[in-house]
């Protein structure tokens, strides 16, 4: 066999192991076999030396031809296999970046404090500003300073829960009437959101609910202003065709008293479920403020005169929102609470 042939048969087989290889940890082993110290092409090199002198340099050109050829084969099989592994792993670690995220899930405001800050803003843009009072009353204020005196039959109206002689959680935001008549001067424009307590519980009433309280005292204030300033807010909560009605009622604090219902904003006063076919719903108290609860307040009512108001806000929210049960509200059940985002 020539040295050529010799030469011819090492790389084929070298040929052969780099197209059999297809692992990359077996492309060492491959160099190894047919570069390393022991293999064939290694023996032919060292075999030179029994060559007559004038042959050696072609011997060895040819067989240093056949490394450079075993190498470049081995050199692009291991390309080949670091480039299909960098791609499995692509493939394998692959992140579709087209895919939707994920939505943080957001909060909503209740539908309670949506109406109450409509209400508030409505009001405020009347030019009224905002009073609050402590849910832990005195008597006094709660009551008496109300001209609801002890053993007063008005105080049916209000079941109230006593935290202990005289203390109690009051029962409406009245009271918040006299803590700002006695820490400011007329003319007086406040309105007075907050938490009160009863002992009631059913479809329409629960033990805590939330009321807003009106207080306007001036010079030459009537009824009069009263309406209007309520048709005003009326119309601004539900509609500009929304009518307001005065029927006469009672209440210790305020002489006349009335109470003030809207035509149904859902029929529009033609009578629907919600208004129980009368056409007109019920929202709120009212009156001109008694002039004996001025005086008690070291207001004049000779120079003084006020109207005050208080409707509650679950009310407002369910007839807003057409809500049939008013335990709804207070559930905290988020397929409703979602509703109002
Ligand atoms: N405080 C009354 C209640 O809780 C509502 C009310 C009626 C407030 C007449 C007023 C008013 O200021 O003048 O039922």
């Known amino acids: 066999m ?9 790389v084929a087989a070298a040929a052969d192991g780099v197209g059999a290889c297809g692992e990359l940890s077996q492309i060492s082993d491959l160099k190894v076999k047919f570069l390393g110290k022991s293999g064939e092409l290694t023996a032919l090199l060292r075999g030179m030396k029994e ?15 056949a490394r450079d050829k075993i190498n470049a084969l081995i050199d692009e ?21 087209t895919l939707k995220g ?3 899930a957001r909060g909503s405001l209740h539908p309670c404090t949506l109406v109450k800050e409509e209400i508030l803003s409505i ?10 009072g402590p849910e832990v009353e005195t008597d006094y204020y709660n009551f008496r300073q109300l001209n609801i005196p002890k053993d007063h039959p008005a105080r049916d109206m209000q079941d109230t829960f006593y935290l202990g002689n005289d203390i109690l959680l009051r029962t409406h935001t009245s009271p918040v009437q006299a803590h700002v008549m006695e820490e400011n001067k007329p003319p007086i424009r406040v309105v007075c959101p907050g938490k ?7 479809a329409t009433h629960s033990p805590m609910f939330q009321q807003i309280e009106g207080l306007v005292i001036d ?3 009537t009824l009069c202003d009263l309406k209007g300033i309520l048709e005003c807010f009326a119309k601004e909560l539900f509609d500009k065709n929304t009518k307001v009605r005065f029927r006469p009622s009672y209440f210790p604090f305020t002489e006349p008293s009335v109470e003030v ?21 019920e929202v709120l108290g009212a009156g001109v403020v008694n002039p004996r609860v001025l005086e008690m307040s070291n207001i004049d009512p000779e120079k003084y005169s006020g109207f005050a108001f208080g409707m509650g806000i679950e009310r407002i929210a369910m007839i807003k929102y057409g809500i049939p049960d008013m335990r709804i509200l207070f559930e905290n059940d988020v397929r409703f609470l979602r509703r109002f985002k």
């Not at 020539?2 to 090492?10: G, M």
């Not at 219902?261 to 719903?281: A, F, M, N, P, Y």
Request: charged share 30%; glycine share 6%.
């Open 261 to 281: 219902d809207l035509s149904c904003s859902v029929c529009h006063g033609k009578g629907c479920r919600i208004c129980k076919g009368t056409g007109w719903i």
């Open 77 to 97: 099989k291991f390309a080949s296999l670091q480039a299909r592994k960098e791609q499995e792993r692509l493939k394998s670690e692959s992140l579709d970046v």
């Open 196 to 202: 009160v307590y009863r002992p009631d519980d059913d």
């Open 2 to 10: 020539t040295l050529q042939e010799k030469i011819d048969a090492i």
């Open 123 to 132: 009001f405020t843009s009347l030019g009224f500003s905002v009073a609050h």
């Open 219 to 221: 010079e030459n204030i």
């Open 102 to 104: 994920r939505a943080v």
């Open 51 to 65: 060559l007559p002198a004038e042959e050696r340099p072609a011997a060895g050109k040819l067989v240093n031809e």
